[in-house]
């Protein structure tokens, strides 16, 4: 099994920035990606951005491009990402998420493990 305890969700307004962090613990030895995921009601789970285990390899969403940045700590085995200028339509929850990845990064079907979810909300 692996935990995945995410934290720095937010209020913020418009053009502000937010970072997100996620500690692993566990058999982390089992995942190859993490990545994160962000859901708004009445909406599927939508992919944002993933990152290798190794952090050699990261993917954003057109979305996320440009804006948000994700990176990990390998020594403290936390994901993280740093959200800038920030919009209405950011607001969501983020879910942080860990796998064996096969194939898209994006597909929410390689992902054994996710966190509780952090509420993230910006303000026009």
């Known amino acids: 099994q692996v935990q995945l305890v995410e934290s720095g969700g937010g209020l913020v307004q418009t053009g502000g920035s937010l970072r997100l962090s996620c500690a692993a613990s566990g058999r982390t030895f089992s995942i190859n990606t993490m990545s994160w995921f962000r859901r708004t009601p009445g909406k599927e789970r939508e992919f944002v951005a993933a990152?290798?285990?190794?952090?050699?390899?990261?993917y954003y969403a057109d979305s996320a491009k440009g804006r948000f940045t994700i990176s990990r700590d390998n020594a403290k085995n936390t994901l993280y990402l740093q959200m800038d200028s920030l919009k209405p339509e950011d607001t969501a929850v983020y879910y942080c998420a860990a796998g064996w990845v096969s194939d898209s990064v994006q597909a929410t079907k390689w992902y054994g493990y996710w966190g509780q979810g952090t509420q993230v909300t910006v303000s026009s």
């Open positions: 990152i290798t285990w190794n952090g050699v390899a990261t």
